[in-house]
């Protein structure tokens, strides 16, 4: 993706996370937890004819000074409008124009940024009226959208791609593998990068990253063409602690897009945080390749015993991803990180791994036989016919009588099903249930 970032913003309770779940729709987003701040400051992943963007969801904006709470949600949302290329300042319909939504058109003004005025709560062709008076706050023709009913999004989405910028894009050839090294904050993301490229002496040039917060740097080991994409190496400068982990958020969301395959560092002497497995749920949702990097190993308890306990933490806290791969490495010693080439080339295989449709169908066959679906409500699942549509992840879609009755047991059932039939280490799976055509759904 281009980098690109779209906030919300607005006062309280006119809608501005209904908006956010609307414009991300499925895409998992990624909680960021701000100590002090009464709600969670959300970023998701929105596409829209071929652009993808981020969305950041943001707090209510009030202007009470003597309320800490509400100086500091203020704060993150002046974060967000600082760093957006557009903004959508939404407003509600039904209410029509406040006095605090007067004081922070002047607050978005100053901001020199794209504005798209959005009237919100537009629920009927009907009350489009509603929309008129908001031309007072001088942004221009407001939209009339109902983020409840997905009414007038379509409209929005073309609004926005239209003053996004076209950023140049570098394309990288096909068999170029692109690993993004994503962590929280000092966990030895660059270090372990250092140490990689200065061991192999392989740096054939560094250029900037399509985004303004990632390196990348292409290299070549064992004939093979890599290209890191380093998401520490720039950090904004800002008094304010909380922007450090917004802009860090932001850059790993943008390295995980560019990527094949996340090599996500976790620090082995601390162990595992809600950061890390927040982080690792988006790695997955996006479809990428995951290897869990165990840094600091020579810090921590080094017996087998301990790498032991580490792992059954490791597949407790990610249980969600026990398909990824790991090793345990040292950056400061350069202990195992040979290691990490092979399994980088393994996983990249795995993710691009094709199955013939014979053996899919053969497969599914066996597992009905071993494990019936359960009925639902007097209705039983029946699988007609398996094929894999796509790689990168793999992507196989079951053509069934009725989709609702693939229950997400029985889709994990054939996820491991397939798993151990054909591996599939270090990548993500993706099953999909369409009605078959000319079937009955029953």
């Known amino acids: 993706m281009n980098g690109n970032i779209v906030a919300i913003v607005g006062r309280p309770n006119v809608g501005k996370s209904t908006l956010f779940n609307r414009l991300t729709r499925a895409r998992t987003a990624i909680e960021e937890r701000v100590p002090g701040v009464t709600r969670d400051r959300l970023y998701g992943l929105a596409e829209w004819c071929g652009r993808e963007f981020v969305v950041v ?48 058109a002047v607050q978005l003004r100053r901001s020199g940024k794209e504005i798209i005025p959005v009237v919100n709560k537009i629920d009927t062709p009907e009350g489009r009226d509603a929309i008129y008076p908001f031309f007072e706050l001088g942004f221009g023709e407001p939209l009339g959208v109902s983020a409840a009913h997905g009414r007038g999004i379509g409209d929005l989405l073309d609004a926005v791609c239209a003053l996004l910028p076209q950023a140049e894009k570098f394309v990288y050839p096909e068999d170029v593998i692109k690993v ?80 094949d395959l996340a090599l996500m560092v976790l620090d082995g002497e601390k162990g595992i945080t809600e950061q890390d497995q927040r982080l690792a749920g988006f790695i997955d949702q996006a479809g990428r390749g995951l290897i869990f990097v165990i840094n600091k190993w020579d810090l921590a308890p080094r017996g087998e015993e301990a790498r032991q306990q580490y792992l059954e933490s490791l597949h407790q806290d990610f249980a969600f991803a026990r398909y990824a791969s790991y090793e345990f490495v040292s950056a400061r010693t350069g202990r195992r990180l040979q290691k990490l080439f092979p399994l980088i080339q393994q996983v990249w295989q795995e993710q691009h791994k094709r199955i013939p449709t014979p053996l899919i169908n053969e497969l599914v066959q066996d597992a009905l036989l071993v494990n019936p679906p359960a009925a639902i409500k007097g209705r039983r699942l029946k699988i007609y016919y398996a094929t894999q549509t796509s790689v990168k992840p793999p992507t196989f879609v079951f053509f069934v009588n009725n989709p609702e009755l693939m229950h997400f047991s029985y889709r994990r059932y054939l996820e491991n099903r397939l798993r151990e039939a054909f591996v599939f280490s270090g990548t993500p799976i993706r099953i999909e249930a369409r009605a078959r055509q000319g079937k009955e759904r029953s």
């Open 180 to 259: 993004a090294v994503v962590g929280r904050p000092n966990v030895g993301k660059s270090s372990l990068i250092n140490a990689i490229l200065g061991e192999e002496r392989v740096i054939v040039s560094e250029v900037a990253g399509t985004t303004r917060e990632a390196v990348d740097t292409p290299f070549e080991y064992q004939g093979q063409s890599f290209v890191f994409i380093d998401t520490a190496g720039v950090r904004r400068k800002s008094k304010v602690k909380e922007a450090v982990e917004y802009y860090s958020v932001l850059r790993a969301f943008k390295a995980i897009e560019r990527a």
């Open 57 to 104: 969801d943001t707090g209510g904006i009030t202007f009470g000074d003597s309320d800490p709470l509400a100086a500091q949600v203020r704060r993150q949302a002046e974060l967000a409008i600082a760093e957006a290329q557009v903004i959508l300042f939404l407003l509600d319909g039904r209410e029509g124009i406040t006095a605090l939504d007067r004081d922070i």
